[in-house]
């Protein structure tokens, strides 16, 4: 199992920030719950990952 193994699963994502001054992205799948809190910094730092992922997946094909 890797990035390109495509996967029939149903999941709920939900991203924003928490009270404590955390940015907080929240998966929720079959039943099970994944919170997952970041620094600011380091949520800008995975920001700019999904802004380069997504330019790269445009060249795709």
Do not use: C, Y
């Amino acid at each position: 199992m890797g990035i390109n193994t495509e996967r029939d699963v149903e999941a709920n994502m939900q991203i924003g920030p928490t009270d404590q001054g955390m940015v907080r992205i929240f998966i929720e799948a079959g039943g099970v719950e994944i919170p997952m809190d970041f620094d600011p910094e380091e949520a800008e730092e995975i920001a700019d990952e999904l802004r380069a992922a997504a330019q790269a997946a445009r060249t795709v094909k």
